[in-house]
């Protein structure tokens, strides 16, 4: 799914090894930001989220992917990106 | 434009407290305009820049849900069908649905507050696992296996709650 649209700076961490890691900030685990990922591999916490949260990507990453899956339909087709808005009805 | 974007991100910025941040916009599929602002590292003073790459945390559950719903597509999942048949002997698998675990209303797994910021107490309760492992890779099974026995928070598809997982 990512690799025919280009994105190659849209990885996920724990099936994969970059020489290049995501900019450190601080990591949320219990709501008061106080975990410096400059001092650890935030990579490695995150792929505790695994699916719901250890990707790793970049704005221009997100605008093209967030363009082809809802805009352009080229992820899914238009009645399915639009029913995704209210897949809980 | 470029320039009122870059002012309100600087402004962002400082009024945050964030060492840097990235934003990007477009309208109606026009080429995005892009600007960063502060420093790459709460350690750093090297610039932000555009191109920098973060772990985009709980935006990873759009793509997961793309990426499901390509399968709904090809008819190879379905939406009502119980996520037991793709999770064998999970706890209640017959009476959640795919559907509703992409709906957030499968509130099996750590939960965040009302805020959604990840400071209620069944997150608290949790912390012990990554804290003592931060520097290790989770393995998908291992996060399975966390959130696998936690007791439902209320019914499925009674409720859409924010979840860790």
Not at chain 1, 42 to 52: P, Q
Not at chain 2, 148 to 164: E, H, M
């Amino acid at each position: 799914m990512l690799d025919p649209l280009g994105l190659r700076h849209t990885w996920y961490p724990p099936d994969e090894r970059r020489d290049v890691l995501p900019v450190p900030g601080r990591f949320s685990l219990n709501g008061d930001d106080d975990l410096d990922t400059a001092g650890f591999p935030a990579t490695a916490i995150a792929s505790l989220a695994g699916r719901a949260g250890a990707l790793v990507s970049n704005a221009a990453g997100l605008m093209t992917f967030g363009g082809a899956a809802l805009r352009e339909h080229r992820l899914l087709r238009a009645a399915t990106a639009q029913a995704a808005f209210s897949i809980n009805r | 434009m470029t320039h009122s974007t870059q002012q309100g991100l600087d402004a962002f910025v400082l009024s945050s407290g964030a060492p840097g941040a990235v934003l990007a916009w477009s309208r109606r599929g026009e080429p995005a305009t892009t600007v960063a602002a502060g420093v790459s590292s709460p350690h750093s003073t090297d610039a932000m820049t555009t191109g920098a790459s973060f772990l985009i945390a709980s935006v990873t559950k759009v793509f997961t849900e793309v990426l499901a719903l390509r399968f709904v597509e090809r008819g190879q999942l379905g939406l009502d069908e119980p996520i037991g048949a793709v999770l064998p002997d999970w706890p209640d698998g017959e009476r959640i649905t795919v559907r509703q675990g992409l709906a957030h209303e499968w509130p099996g797994g750590p939960v965040d507050d009302d805020e959604g910021s990840g400071s209620g107490p069944f997150v608290a309760a949790q912390l012990g696992l990554p804290l003592a492992n931060l520097s290790r890779n989770f393995t998908w099974e291992e996060t399975l296996a966390w959130v696998r026995d936690r007791p439902l928070q209320c019914g499925p598809g009674t409720v859409g709650v924010a979840t860790a997982t």
